[in-house]
């Protein structure tokens, strides 16, 4: 009896092991997946978000629109390594809820309490006219220090929309807006302060230059005045 299986066994065993062959020569060869992926955030930005922006009109001053009257800025840019620019409207805490305005039509990037040194903090980044894209497609705006965010990470917000309102990060500043402008997305909070100023403009330089075409002459010579540096310390500012 085992005599006449024996055939059918090793064919059994033969057919088996071509199988299992077969099987493996045509799997793929195994791939090793990356521990982290990297996500270009700015070219995904730059590809699929910055063509459904809307496209800027013009931009007004963050404090008292659309002309900074009455508004003041205790520390520039680039000022001590100062990355942005520090506004008030009062001595102390007096402007403590100031409001806080879209310097354009725009799309928050995010609006995040970070609590800390930063406290509320909201981007919105704004889409160049044509006529820029040489030079710029898009900044983003960093309003930070804030007291109150009325605005969410992927709003659409119009300029001279409140965003929110001046704070002190719970006593860390006098009240203040920082107020940061980058010539590039998706740049993070940043120090505040750095030798390097590659990737961040001068807020009231930039503005000033790239006012609504309906602005007033009086209006385009308009600019708010900084406090002298022997009086800063009566200011709020990110010292």
């Given at each position: 009896m085992l005599r006449r299986l024996t055939p059918f066994v090793l064919l059994a065993l033969w057919m088996a092991l071509l199988w299992i062959g077969l099987d493996w020569s045509q799997r793929p060869p195994a791939t090793v997946l990356p521990r982290e992926r990297d996500v270009a955030y700015v070219d995904y930005f730059a590809r699929y978000l910055l063509p459904c922006l809307p496209v800027t009109s013009g931009f007004d001053y963050p404090v008292r629109p659309p002309d900074a009257k009455g508004a003041l800025i205790a520390l520039g840019f680039a000022e001590e390594n100062h990355l942005g620019e520090d506004w008030n409207t009062a001595l102390g805490d007096k402007d403590l809820g100031e409001?806080?305005?879209?310097?354009?039509?725009?799309?928050?990037?995010?609006?995040?309490?970070?609590?800390?040194?930063?406290?509320?903090?909201?981007m919105i980044a704004y889409r160049?006219?044509?006529?820029?894209?040489?030079?710029?497609?898009?900044?983003?705006?960093?309003?930070?220090?804030?007291?109150?965010?009325?605005?969410?990470?992927?709003?659409?917000?119009k300029r001279g929309q409140p965003i929110g309102t001046m704070g002190n990060v719970g006593g860390v500043y006098k009240a203040h807006l920082h107020f940061e402008l980058r010539d590039q997305i998706g740049r993070g909070l940043g120090g505040g302060f750095s030798e390097r100023?590659?990737?961040?403009?001068?807020?009231?330089?930039?503005?000033s230059t790239h006012r609504p075409?309906?602005?007033?002459?009086?209006?385009?010579?308009?600019?708010?005045?900084?406090?002298?540096?022997?009086?800063?310390?009566?200011?709020?500012?990110?010292?």
């Open positions: 409001p806080v305005y879209s310097i354009a039509d725009g799309w928050v990037t995010l609006a995040v309490d970070f609590e800390g040194m930063w406290g509320k903090v909201v160049l006219p044509e006529k820029d894209a040489s030079q710029l497609s898009v900044v983003e705006a960093m309003y930070a220090h804030l007291d109150t965010m009325t605005v969410k990470g992927g709003n659409f917000v100023q590659e990737g961040w403009i001068s807020p009231t330089d930039f503005i075409a309906s602005t007033p002459t009086a209006s385009l010579q308009a600019k708010p005045a900084k406090a002298p540096a022997a009086q800063r310390a009566k200011w709020g500012f990110d010292g």
